[in-house]
T-cell receptor, first 113, second 109 residues
């Protein structure tokens, strides 16, 4: 299966700053990556589908100007939380689809003070 | 909605017992997958069952699928403390995967 590396694993930032999360597919060329968000004891919410070389597809209710996604290569997708606020504090996880399955990164816990 | 809904929300059992969790969904599917999530980590794929399959085994895991009832079950036999995690089903209809709230399983040593 695909190996997905996600960094950082944890980030604490001040309100108003921007935070970039990287997702790398180490052994698989991923034309598509997915970004999820998870609140404590809740479901994973699909935020957007990241497409290599083109614009991301955002799920309904997700602000594309708030959550900037860049998928510049077949192995790297980034999610930037712009002007972060405390309500953006959450667990963000990326995944890659391979052989009909999803392979996930280890997640990023974002805490906005 | 394309997501699955797991039941029960929480399950606590003694080590060695079997754990059964269920998944219901609403749309036609290509396959249904089960994933596991340890606290604070990403999800790990456990097993995939196709729409034309009724039962599948993988080690201590047994998955059933009833497309007429739009439901699936995951059975973990001879549970271990290390099986403590959240389990999610993902009915797959296309490119995206939508997850429910999962079943939180606690296996007591």
């Amino acid at each position: 299966g695909a190996v997905v590396s996600q960094h950082p694993s944890r980030v604490i930032c001040k309100s108003g700053t921007s935070v970039k999360i990287e997702c790398r597919s180490l052994d698989f060329q991923a034309t598509t990556m997915f970004w999820y968000r998870q609140f404590p004891k809740q479901s994973l919410m699909l935020m957007a589908t990241s497409n290599e070389g083109s614009k991301a597809t955002y799920e309904q209710g997700v602000e594309k100007d708030k959550f900037l996604i860049n998928h510049a290569s077949l192995t790297l997708s980034t999610l930037t939380v712009t002007s972060a606020h405390p309500e953006d504090s959450s667990f963000y996880i990326c995944s890659v689809r391979g052989n009909e399955k999803l392979f996930f990164g280890s997640g990023t816990q974002l805490s906005v003070l | 909605s394309q997501q699955g809904e797991e039941d029960p929300q929480a399950l606590s059992i003694q080590e060695g017992e079997n754990a059964t969790m269920n998944c219901s969904y609403k749309t036609s599917i290509n396959n249904l997958q089960w994933y596991r999530q340890n606290s604070g980590r990403g999800l790990v794929h456990l097993i995939l069952i196709r729409s034309n399959e009724r039962e599948k085994h993988s080690g201590r895991l047994r998955v059933t699928l009833d497309t007429s009832k739009k439901s699936s079950s995951l059975l973990i036999t001879a549970s271990r403390a290390a099986d403590t995690a959240s389990y999610f089903c993902a009915p797959n209809t296309g490119n995206q995967f939508y997850f429910g709230t999962g079943t939180s399983l606690t296996v007591i040593p």
